[in-house]
């Protein structure tokens, strides 16, 4: 049977993609990485078929790659055709980043004058949208070398973008780049836990939940949390915390009835009503200097930490007061399991497919059965040495941990190690990837890069192709010989595989269809809005 391309340009999605065309809003939903690690914190990304291997030196599955000026470990986050990500830009141009598990102390920073930037990325082509300034000056507290002063990632609903910037600027605007309203939180200092002058820099991301943003702000000294309005940033509420600096973001779980706001920090766990601020439960137990997020999954809350003492708990949601371990315990009514090693230190770990995916800062992989505990397996990641910082992602059945190196490892989940891939970006990286709709979103030290399936290698590098040209642009309704044109060659002249054009993150609807029955499809694509 003989193939055509049935080509229906929608002008009006230019404009704004409400969603993936054809699909219902909670179809879509599930295509967005809105926050820090994704939906909900999870790290998970099913049925969304991102690539296993690509090779950023010939382009093989490289959709494109967009530099990003100064220093950021933000993560990017997705919504529908949009991706946000941070910056920040130092006058200075040899500002101190060091990267690697070397633990000795080293107080150099940067305090010349930095510039904050929010960046809207088309994920379709890598075009930079728009760029806004958020903020200007020389920072207060200073930040280790190996951070950055642009380390929190932004938070989207799709109508609000919340920016958290190191100088404790909370800042909100629309899809537009239009500034809704800012925050001033005031100076976050954070820093090491054994010496309150050794100043390392902010590190905790924002979330959105429901009308309102919450901000876990730990610090040296005055830590607190706290929920803003989203429409106008009027503080809803503020709980002030007992706890020293930390680096972790907080996470919200749903179950036993309730929503519970939990936090991670230095010593001690929260859980809140993120409705009120108030207190719900709290447990101690955690380590000092704590940046793994909380991870909902399983009815559980599982928490973790790393410096120096690296303790795994595992939390059943709807507790009350406090809840810690009697001493020469692992488990209680209210905690299921812990563990007094292999907790991480930087990453935030996995809990995917029944298994609890840990991952050491050198690179050290410790699997364990999600709600027992049991230690399934113990490995070097890639069976070769290197420091970890980026948090494990999964989709479709893979985990891709992404080392400092910029060396993505992809891993078959389940209860045996199988590596399937090793993945080089050529650049440092310690940002988490993002995930959505057949695209992996890779932030690393200069680049941001979208990886797909499909992308043939002469494609992207050469940009030429041998089969006739895609059209550079089409009528309304225009039908194609579908034999004609390669999927390289589709993405080479569109930037987008001709299977992810009905998805919503192409301006074009394409459909193949037998000509015989191109009248009635005509007539059905008509409706696409």
């Known amino acids: ?165 190191a100088t404790g600027g909370l800042f909100c605007y629309d899809s537009d780049g239009e500034l809704l309203w800012s925050v001033e939180l005031g100076a976050l200092d954070a820093g090491a836990a054994y010496d309150t002058a050794y100043q390392w820099g902010a590190a905790s991301s924002p979330i959105i939940w429901q009308d309102r943003v919450i901000v876990q702000a730990d610090q040296q000294e005055g830590s607190f949390i706290a929920a803003f309005d989203i429409d106008s940033g009027e503080e809803l509420w503020r709980a002030p915390r007992d706890v020293i600096s930390s680096f972790s973001t907080p996470t919200i779980h749903l179950g036993s009835g309730r929503a519970e706001l939990v936090t991670n920090g230095a010593g001690t766990m929260h859980g809140y009503d993120p409705a009120t601020g108030d207190e719900l439960w709290r447990m101690s137990g955690s380590s000092n200097n704590t940046s793994p997020t909380p991870v909902s999954a399983h009815g559980l809350l599982y928490v973790t930490s790393g410096y120096r003492t690296r303790p795994i708990f595992a939390i059943h949601g709807g507790a009350s007061g406090n809840i810690s371990l009697a001493a020469d315990t692992t488990s209680n009514e209210s905690v299921e399991w812990s563990s007094p090693r292999d907790g991480p230190y930087i990453a935030t770990p996995l809990v995917y497919g029944g298994y609890l995916y840990v991952v050491s800062s050198n690179g050290v992989l410790t699997v364990f059965h999600a709600t027992t505990g049991e230690r399934i397996y113990k490995r070097r990641i890639g069976d070769t040495g290197g420091a970890y910082s980026a948090s494990p992602v999964a989709a479709d059945g893979r985990i891709y941990m992404t080392s400092e190196d910029g060396d993505i490892f992809v891993l078959r989940a389940g209860h045996d190690y199988e590596l399937l891939a090793t993945n080089s970006m050529g650049e440092v990286c310690l940002a988490t990837p993002a995930i959505s709709e057949g695209q992996m979103f890779v932030r690393t030290a200069g680049h941001l890069v979208a990886l797909t399936n499909g992308i043939a290698p002469a494609a992207v590098v050469a940009g030429i192709s041998t089969s006739a040209p895609f059209p550079a642009s089409l009528s309304t309704e225009v039908t194609l010989p579908f034999d004609s044109f390669e999927d390289g060659n589709l993405s080479a002249h569109t930037g987008v595989r001709w299977q992810t054009f009905s998805n919503g993150i192409s301006a074009a609807a394409l459909e193949l269809v037998d000509p015989r029955q191109s009248a009635c499809c005509r007539d059905a694509t008509r409706r696409i809005p």
Request: aromatic share 8%.
């Open 1 to 165: 049977m003989r193939r055509s391309l049935i080509a229906v340009l929608c002008v009006t999605a230019l404009l704004g993609v409400e969603g993936p065309v054809g699909q219902s809003q909670e179809q879509a939903q599930r295509f967005q990485w809105p926050s820090f690690r994704g939906p909900s914190a999870s790290g998970v990304a099913d049925g969304q078929d991102p690539p296993t291997s690509w090779d950023s030196g010939t382009g093989r599955n490289v959709l494109w790659s967009t530099p990003i000026p100064g220093l950021g470990h933000s993560s990017p986050v997705v919504w529908d055709d949009r991706i946000y990500l941070t910056t920040a830009v130092s006058e200075d141009p040899n500002s101190v980043f060091r990267y690697g598990t070397d633990g000795r102390q080293d107080r150099r920073s940067d305090r010349s004058a930095h510039t904050w930037w929010l960046y809207a990325i088309d994920r379709r082509g890598g075009e930079v949208i728009w760029a806004r300034q958020a903020s200007t000056g020389r920072p207060v507290v200073q930040r280790h070398p190996k951070n950055s002063y642009a380390s929190a990632t932004p938070a989207t609903d799709g109508e609000h973008i919340v920016a958290l910037v």
